[in-house]
């Protein structure tokens, strides 16, 4: 039985329970690969899965500001058990922006009711990041036939549904949600990054993959005018990054106060009062807080912007959360790291894991360069120049 979550306070407490108990065998399932399968069960059944459901179609539709602290909380815990459900929430965004009211009532019941999207969105060997091949032909007898390939199809492996990225014969953008079962449709568990291990972005196959025209959404009419599509899914993978630093934040401190012994040249009997320690610690907590803030903020521009959608509001949203983003990604990689200078030595024996924290923030941040979210920042202030509307920031 899924539980509806009625609105953001739920949400949150919700949030916060899972991410408890998914806290205590993160380390566990990352060193043994373990597809955690039976926490994702019990994310469908918490009923965070609908939370971005419109109150119109029975869901809590929480706002921005508490979707990223979901996220964060969730990947404070696993950052896998966070990116998993990453394009879940996209793709519901997608049937939002795009969907007709009877493809809204059909797939968000299908979500309120525990059901699952995946994606398989990303290509490899294209020109760049947004070279889709995947087509999207009319069949003779009607509705589409999908053919392509698709690569780092995270949630694919544990969806009920897979949303596909493909082009029409006129090159316009569209997105198929078809079944997991579907006929040749083929997920591969061939996922093997460093980092983020249990999240199974492996491949997607579509051979001759029998789509009705009714699952079939006009993506592409997504950027014809003020969107927040990519302000929206960049706001969840920031709220990853900044929870990923808080994780290894966390983990660090209690490693000191329990564990780590202190330099003898400090004079101290414990590690946690050694005044080297001490600054490094302090200095830690305010770049993982700063980037809190940060995220904070890019929220509320993102809810400002839902409320009020212009080409400035959208503007606005993009590049706070360009900003959040641009700020969280090396904080993440410089926590996963300083796990080690604040434990010493013994924080790095291989049975302890924490090197997943640095493993888990080096992969995820690689999706999006942040150098070019600094661009396009300083463009907007300096010039006033506006941001593409691409869907990647």
Known sequence: MTHVIAGDAAALAAARELAAGFAAEAAARDAERR???????RLSASGLL?????????????????????????????PNLAQIPHSHFVYVNVLRQQGTDMQRKFFFGEVLDGRRFGNAQSEAGTKHVQDYRTSLTAAPAGGFLLNGIKHYSTGALFAHWIPVLARREDRTLHVAYVPRDAPGLTVVDDWDGMGQRTTASGTVRLEDVHVPEDRVVPHHLTFTGPQLHGAYAQLLHAAIDVGIAGGALEEALEF?????????????????????VIQRAGELVVKVRAAEALLDRAAQAVDAARDDLTDETAAAASIAVAAAKAFADPVAVELGGAI??????RSSLDGLNLHRHWRNARTHTLHDPARWKIQHIGRYVLNGQLPPRHGLL
């Open 35 to 41: 597809l955690p399968e039976p926490e994702l069960d």
């Open 50 to 78: 609908a939370i971005t459901v419109p109150r119109a179609y029975g869901g809590a539709d929480v706002s921005a500001r508490t979707l990223a602290e979901v996220f964060r909380l969730l990947a404070a815990a696993d």
């Open 256 to 276: 000191v106060r329990t564990k780590a012994r202190p330099w003898f040249e400090s004079g101290q009997d414990r590690a946690a009062d050694d005044p080297l």
């Open 340 to 345: 080690f200078e604040l434990g010493g030595t």
